[in-house]
């Protein structure tokens, strides 16, 4: 969505309203659904996610709300430091006392600048192939669940391969009040057949949240810049939001819930995702808290309930939190989870300590085995390479999980084309070890405000295995390509935030 220049917030409000209202775009949809537009809701304010693609399935989701567009003229939250948090909002588990502490007195979560409610309704779904809208699949209405926060999933299955589908959405109230209330529409695109010889193009990103955005009024900068790239596919690595930073500190399933609905309200976001095959990764700071393991709570939210809330809730579902999937003959990916199987930090290093899990483990080890694609991409919220912070101690770049580490790479080195991008850190860099064939490719933080200061001032900044280091924000591109006489390669490209490469590596077929 393009915004004029000079456009004041108060107008934008409205103008979003307006368009992504569906005002237009329902007049575009509406000839399927014999009913007619009508404006009290309730509305797709979150628009859509995907998630979990292969050549013949995918996940659907989204979420009902009593308004188009979340309440962005609200009121802010109490500023509550980083050390008052450590000190006594952390120690608090009743949830009044959380809100108190935070919200203006006399104001409530709705009042709150970015509300976006939830509403109780009904969704009908129609899929087809972009080009052939006689191939027309209904899933008919359903109600929505508000113990998910007035959320919906749908699994899509029989899809063809290597086809870009669209998703019409209706919205009504329920049987008694059947006009349509809300529609809009979306794509995605599946991933072509195994044997396939195709140019593939994917884009990955890490740690942003709302209050580190960098375009004010629409959210953050990268999605619009990778838009125009027009990737195949995006995976998001983890850290999608934070609870455990101000405005508010989320410490309870309702400030959880405030974070993610005011997030995905943005433009920007809103855009990228409605037209985006996409995969969701999860980490620490989107399940609980920093460096969370089993056991730990936040406020009074458990660990094992920040993972439902992220696996079950809040994004598209599978049976398991990890996947392998073939983008052709050339291209697969692996996206292994770090947070469902893990130890505890605190664990005494040795075989039994883990992050991926025994049969996370196994199930990579085993798939690897077996794949006859040209160029693999292992996918990892947190690094393996690293180097990491010497103060860091929950992922595998650092001594606290050094055993599975060396089992990890002892089982990476027999294989060729093979290549690891990983999130989590925010800065982008690429580790190689020169007596290895292993490379480690981080696409750092979504904004350049999400950069540490300790890490740009450190002595221990630029390191011989480094063969690129930068602190600024950004994403990674991977492009495989098939030129003219045949030749494959895949090429590694760190952008900034407005979509400038920054650095480009190619590799050709070993």
Not at 199 to 214: A, G, K, T, Y
Not at 365 to 381: G, P
Not at 489 to 503: L, M, P, Q, W
């Amino acid at each position: 969505m393009k915004i004029k220049k000079g456009i004041t917030r108060r107008n934008f409000v409205k103008k979003t309203t307006l368009v992504s209202g569906t005002i237009i775009v329902t007049n575009q949809i509406l000839s399927s659904c014999n009913n007619v537009l009508k404006n009290d809701g309730p509305f797709f304010g979150n628009g859509c996610k995907n998630g979990w693609a292969d050549q013949n399935s995918i996940s659907i989701w989204s979420r009902l709300t009593e308004n188009p567009n979340a309440n962005w003229k609200g009121e802010k939250f109490i500023e509550i430091s980083k050390e008052e948090h450590e000190s006594s909002l952390s120690k608090l588990k009743n949830p009044e006392e959380i809100y108190k502490r935070q919200i203006p007195l006399g104001l409530k979560l709705k009042d709150m600048q970015g509300a976006c409610l939830g509403a109780k309704g009904e969704v009908k779904l129609e899929y087809y192939p972009e080009n052939d809208k006689s191939k027309i699949n209904t899933i008919n209405w359903n109600p929505n669940d508000p113990k998910k926060d007035f959320t919906i999933q749908w699994k899509l299955r029989s899809l063809a391969p290597n086809t870009k589908y669209v998703v019409n959405f209706f919205a009504r109230k329920d049987k008694n009040n059947s006009l349509v209330s809300d529609s809009f529409s979306a794509s995605f695109l599946t991933p072509p057949e195994n044997n396939v010889e195709k140019n593939i193009s994917f884009c990955i990103v890490s740690c942003h949240d709302f209050i580190r955005r960098d375009d004010f009024d629409n959210g953050h900068k990268i999605y619009p810049s990778m838009r125009k790239m027009d990737p195949d596919f995006y995976v998001h690595t983890g850290d999608i939001e934070y609870y455990d930073k101000p405005q508010p500190w989320a410490m309870t399933e309702s400030l959880m819930r405030f974070k993610w609905n005011r997030l995905f309200a943005l433009p920007n976001q809103k855009d990228f995702y409605n037209n985006t095959t996409s995969y969701f990764m999860k980490d620490d700071h989107d399940t609980l808290r920093n460096d969370s393991y089993p056991g730990m709570n936040y406020g009074n939210v458990t660990f094992e309930r920040g993972i439902e809330i992220f696996d079950k809730e809040q994004f598209p579902s599978n049976e398991k939190p990890y996947k392998t999937i073939l983008w052709g003959k050339d291209l697969q990916i692996w996206l292994l989870d770090s947070r469902n199987y893990r130890s505890r930090n605190s664990d005494p290093d040795g075989p039994e300590k883990t992050i991926w899990g025994r049969d996370q483990k196994k199930w990579f080890f085993n798939s690897l085995s077996k794949s006859k694609a040209t160029f693999k991409v292992l996918i990892s919220a947190n690094p393996i390479l690293g180097p990491d912070r010497d103060n860091k101690t929950d992922n595998h770049a650092s001594d606290n999980f050094k055993f599975e580490k060396e089992e990890i790479l002892n089982e990476l080195k027999k294989y060729n084309n093979l290549y690891i991008c990983n999130g989590d850190r925010h800065w982008q860099y690429v580790t190689n070890y020169e007596d290895t064939n292993f490379w480690e490719f981080c696409c750092g933080a979504g904004t350049d405000d999400h950069q540490p200061d300790a890490w740009q001032t450190a002595k221990q900044g630029v390191r011989t295995e480094h063969k690129f280091l930068r602190t600024k924000g950004g994403f990674l591109s991977v492009n495989i390509v098939i030129d003219k006489l045949g030749s494959k390669s895949i090429a590694f490209k760190h952008h900034g935030v407005d979509g400038e490469v920054v650095n480009d590596q190619k590799f050709h077929v070993i």
